[in-house]
């Protein structure tokens, strides 16, 4: 069973219904024991990342995630792939998760439309990342957003090309992956991914 964190964040209801689309079992939490008790996590979200993380202490959930993320397999969404990087200086400078090395800033290339929206091929960068397994290449997912992750080439799993490279997915290389676009509106593409996020429950 897949926790999938409801922390007020916005789109979790798409994310549940991509993998009921799937059959694979999840539940909408906040609860510490159901998500310790999970097979593995999702963390989704829309927003601003100070608003988040002072969401996630509030629900008491960031040391319980930090420590799960480190024995299941744990897949950030969007925003919440921002979270787990290291701090972030949307609007102020605010700690994150610090589960893979990194920050978030702006996006700050001239004369391109902000926020990132729409639809843009993933280049990859770590061809053996379990979440690519059977993707036909030439594989185009849905991106919204403004900040981006900045991180190791050792933890940037793909890419698109948008001004600049902008992080599309990153790996710990152990459970903790991230997604900077939606899987849940990315079409087949998007359905594979988190179909192969599934099959990493031990």
Not at 93 to 106: R, Y
Not at 131 to 156: M, Q, R
Request: with cysteine; hydrophobic share 40%.
């Amino acid at each position: 069973m897949i926790a999938i964190i409801d922390y007020g964040a916005g789109n979790i209801f798409s994310v549940k219904n991509a993998l009921d689309m799937l059959g694979v079992e999840s539940v909408l939490t906040k609860d510490r024991k159901v998500i310790e008790d999970s097979d593995a996590i999702i963390l989704p979200g829309v927003g601003a990342f100070p608003w988040a993380m002072s969401e996630l202490k509030k629900s008491g959930l960031v040391e319980t995630i930090k420590h799960e993320a480190t024995k299941k397999p744990f897949l950030g969404i969007c925003l919440g792939m921002q979270l787990l990087l290291d701090k972030s200086y949307e609007f102020e400078e605010c700690d994150g998760l610090g589960l893979i090395p990194g920050k978030v800033d702006k996006i700050d290339e001239p004369g391109l439309i902000i926020p990132h929206m729409g639809w843009n091929k993933l280049e990859y960068n770590i061809k053996n990342c379990p979440l690519f397994e059977g993707l036909p290449g030439n594989d185009y997912v849905y991106f919204v957003h403004s900040f981006k992750a900045y991180c190791d080439d050792k933890n940037l799993a793909a890419y698109c090309e948008y001004g600049d490279k902008v992080p599309a997915m990153i790996w710990d290389r152990k459970f903790v992956f991230g997604a900077q676009f939606h899987p849940e509106k990315s079409g087949k593409i998007g359905l594979k991914i988190l179909q192969n996020f599934s099959k990493l429950i031990l």
